[in-house]
Nanobody, 123 residues
Framework: QVQLVESGGGLVQVGGSLRLSCAASGITIRTYAMGWYRQAPGKEREFVSAISWNGVTIYYEDSVKGRFTISRDNAKSMVYLQMFNLKPEDTAVYYC????????????????WGQGTQVTVSS
């Protein structure tokens, strides 16, 4: 059974930082692309970032470029999202996902999802 468990969310002030983690089990993540999505209240879930199995190919949604950094540790079955200079519009539930490729994840085609972790940025 595949499980993706996100952690690291919380309440942070504008300009602050958070590091999200995603622990994968029941799957060999080194053969998959990994990604992050988010869903704000009243909005559809949107793509945030994706990283290829070897970390070579990375995509970011335009609004997070230069502020968020995705990384992975295949040996630990972990994926991370380091978020800097957080803004109120970053407030959302953040989800970890597994996909066949970074392009698939960018197109919202994922194989598995986590349960999400709440990020709230207060002004």
């Amino acid at each position: 059974q595949v499980q993706l468990v996100e952690s690291g969310g919380g309440l942070v002030q504008v300009g602050g930082s958070l590091r999200l983690s995603c622990a994968a089990s029941g799957i060999t993540i080194r053969t998959y692309a990994m990604g992050w999505y988010r869903q704000a209240p009243g909005k559809e879930r949107e793509f945030v970032s994706a990283i290829s199995w070897n970390g070579v190919t990375i995509y970011y949604e335009d609004s997070v470029k230069g502020r968020f950094t995705i990384s992975r540790d295949n040996a630990k079955s972990m994926v991370y999202l380091q978020m800097f200079n957080l803004k109120p519009e970053d407030t959302a539930v953040y989800y970890c996902a597994v996909g066949d490729s970074t392009l698939a994840l960018k197109s919202s085609r994922s194989k598995y999802w986590g349960q999400g972790t709440q990020v709230t940025v207060s002004s």
